[in-house]
């Protein structure tokens, strides 16, 4: 190959190495038209067992992008396929191997080697029997299809990443959802090879090639665009169709600048995300499509790119220093224009401002007259706080006062809720005997309940009568003792409303004890003559009734000690809350009181200044007049000023204008020569400055490994075969 024919190679600025170029070109040339044309043999025995519209389509695609690129398969007698079933990102479930047997020479029987399980023939009806992994099938004549499953690892993995609005997501996530999707699909090839190169050993990736495609409906997705890959119109659809050569840039030790594609990535705009599948095809032979002779000569390469970068280097100089010259001068001009126009475009601001200068003196001297108006009344009120001062102070001074006997009041009122004999400690005694006295008329009742029912029954009833008129006896000293406690709280007492209400049980114990007193006589007569059982059965009845209302009054009187002590615990906070409020009130009047001098100063103060005030506003009315003229002369010379500055602005920005186009063009060139210095002759001259005897001896190693890889489930030894692997997806859909 002569420096010619390497110019053509790489006259293409997006290809640095001819591998790169030609097997790109090569996949993608015919892959336009792919899904008019029918599928081969090979592939009508996948499409059998499909169902789907969407994967047939895929199918021939990806049949025809590869299929255009793989080398005839005609002398090899045996021809692999493996499908890997993976879920949504790519994760193998299950490997079926299909297997075509050719038998070009009509043999009875065909021996095969094989590593996979549950074999089966799935074209006809021809037998087989195995030993180990050796296989004979009866053929009589004809080509053997069977399949088998295996847990083997494929040697390229297809591994599924979603992304939606730039955040990776799950299948299951993105599932019905819209907004900016992106797919992107990677590649691991785990599959080495130690190869010889120059006598070296190297270890190097088999060159698979790997083509997926995918199928995105127009009415779920617009703005669709791939990186690595093509995206194909058929009527509803957007068939994408992405290209990699996972482990080839290793293989070759590529720079950065080598664009060996690993990856395929899919952007677009969903509505409602949802796909069906993707389809994966990975081949091992593709390399074989590069034409490589021994004959390449790169004799002179070198002087040609030596000479090639000196003229680029001149022509940059030249015109990296015309670009210099030029913008000095654009510079200087640009500079003159920005000041005359910026002078200029200030003129204007300068002839309204001295307008408005002339109106604001005279809205000036108009305010300053109104300020005049209005500082003769401060004046006059300063005066008038100025005398009200001392009334102030005394104020002060006798709110103090009133502060200092309400919070000794209150003081003292705390300290007669508190304490032994304190008002709190009374309620409490009251409630308890309200409740003793309450539980003593309760017995009292059932006493003389008892007593009515004895002197029905017996004439014993005189001994009971008694007896009863010591129970009396001590609920009399109980209701006394209740009285004399209702008594003293009733002292202690200060509210109206439970003065009132202690008074009246007062006088309810009181009534209580009387009858009491009078029962226990007639009771104590009855026992001492003997009396008259009737009327001492008529006495028990009413007392019966007496000691009811007793109990009724007792519970009554229970309740009215508890909420009476509830009240005055109540009372008793508010009292406290009181004195505390009176407390911080006599602290606060006590600094006022402190500062009264100190606002007596500041008034005296203020009212001094309002008096020099006044004077200095009178000196600013008596210069209006001299203001007012000078501000109008103002305003008439800034209107001249502003003609001229428009006359020189003019003539600079015409100048500047000139020197624009020249620095421009100047310019253009300069970034010329430099882009295409960096975009095409450093490229190339990067490109061609390799081992490239290295580089060919490489990439014939590489499609020798490429043609060595030939099976993958295994083969007889003798003979010819070829692999290829398929690899499905499962769709990713909302439930």
Not at 16 to 43: C, P
Not at 184 to 206: A, H, L, W
């Amino acid at each position: 190959m002569k420096l010619k024919e390497m110019k053509q190679i790489f006259k293409s600025k997006n290809a640095v190495k001819a591998v790169a170029l030609v097997t790109a070109a090569t996949v993608f040339a015919t892959s336009v038209n792919v899904y008019t044309t029918k599928a081969e043999q090979q592939q009508e025995q996948l499409e059998q067992k499909k169902d789907s519209a969407e994967e047939d389509l895929l199918t021939k695609v990806l049949d025809k992008a590869t299929g255009s690129v793989s080398r005839e398969a005609a002398d090899k007698l045996k021809e692999e396929t493996v499908y890997v079933l993976s879920d949504a990102n790519g994760t193998a479930n299950e490997v079926i191997v299909s297997e075509w047997l050719k038998n070009p020479g009509g043999k009875k029987t065909i021996e095969d080697y094989s590593e996979l399980s549950d074999i089966e023939n799935v074209k006809g009806d021809e037998t087989f029997s195995q030993n180990g992994e050796t296989i004979t099938w009866n053929a009589d004549g004809l080509d053997i299809y069977y399949q088998g499953k295996t847990k083997k690892e494929v040697p390229v993995d297809v591994k599924i990443t979603y992304f939606l609005n730039d955040k990776e997501v799950s299948p299951q996530e993105i599932a019905g959802k819209s907004g900016v999707v992106k797919i992107r699909m990677d590649y691991t090839n785990k599959e080495k090879q130690s190869i010889q190169i120059n006598g070296k050993t190297q270890e190097v990736y088999v060159p698979f090639a790997v083509v997926s495609g995918l199928v995105l409906p127009v009415d779920h997705f617009t703005n669709v665009s791939v990186t690595n890959g093509k995206v194909l119109s058929e009527g509803n659809n957007n068939i994408i169709v992405g290209l990699a050569f996972p482990g080839l840039s290793d293989s070759l030790d590529a720079s950065e600048e080598i664009d060996i594609p690993d990856y395929v990535e899919v952007t677009a705009n969903a509505e409602d995300f949802a796909i069906d599948m993707t389809l994966t095809v990975a081949m091992s032979d593709i390399l074989d499509t590069v034409s490589i002779s021994d004959d390449v000569d790169f004799s002179d390469i070198g002087d040609q790119v030596d000479a090639l970068t000196d003229a680029t280097n001149q022509l940059m100089d030249g015109s990296s220093q015309l670009a210099s010259g030029t913008k000095e001068l654009k510079n200087g001009t640009q500079t003159l224009a920005a000041g005359a126009n910026t002078l200029n475009s200030k003129m204007g601001s300068l002839t309204s401002g001295a307008g408005q200068l002339a109106s604001g003196i005279n809205e000036y001297t108009a305010g300053v007259g109104q300020l005049a108006s209005g500082i003769n009344t401060l004046k006059q009120g300063t005066e008038k706080l100025n005398k009200n001062v001392p009334a102030l102070k005394k104020g002060v001074s006798d709110l103090k006062e009133g502060s200092a006997s309400a919070k000794q009041g209150a003081a003292q009122l705390v300290a007669g809720y508190e304490g032994e004999n304190g008002a709190l400690a009374g309620t409490k005694k009251l409630t308890a005997g309200a409740s003793q006295f309450a539980q003593s008329a309760e017995a009292f009742a059932q006493g003389a309940a008892q007593v009515s029912a004895g002197i029905s029954q017996a004439s014993g009833a005189l001994s009971a009568l008694s007896g009863l008129g010591a129970t009396m006896q001590e609920q009399a000293v109980q209701v006394a003792t209740q009285k004399a406690q209702l008594e003293a709280a009733l002292a202690a007492e200060t509210d109206p409303a439970k003065i009132a209400d202690l008074a009246s049980q007062v006088g309810y114990c009181k009534g209580v004890l009387e009858t009491l007193q009078s029962m226990q006589q007639k009771l104590a007569g009855a026992a001492g003559g003997g009396g008259d059982l009737a009327a001492l059965n008529a006495g028990i009845e009413q007392l019966s009734q007496g000691s009811a209302a007793l109990t009724a009054g007792a519970k009554q009187l229970t309740q009215g000690s508890v909420q009476l002590e509830a009240g005055m615990t109540k009372l008793y906070e508010g009292t406290k809350a009181l004195d505390s409020g009176l407390t911080t009130l006599d602290a606060g009047l006590g600094k006022l009181q402190d500062n009264s001098k100190t606002l007596a100063d500041g008034v005296s103060k203020l009212d001094k200044g309002a008096g020099e005030l006044k004077n200095g506003v009178k000196k600013l009315t008596d210069n209006s007049a001299t203001l007012v003229n000078g501000g109008s002369s103002l305003a008439a010379g800034a209107a001249q000023v502003a003609d001229a500055v428009g006359q020189i602005a003019d003539g600079a920005t015409k100048l500047d204008t000139g020197a624009g186009k020249l620095t421009s063009g100047a310019t253009q060139l300069s970034d010329g020569m430099l882009q295409f210095n960096e975009e095409g002759i450093e490229k190339i001259t990067g490109a061609l400055d390799i081992d490239s005897s290295s580089l060919v001896e490489k990439l014939k190693a590489l499609m020798q490994a490429g043609r060595d890889y030939q099976t993958f489930a295994g083969k007889a030894d003798g003979i010819e075969g070829t692999v290829k692997f398929v690899i499905k997806t499962e769709g990713v859909k909302a439930e």
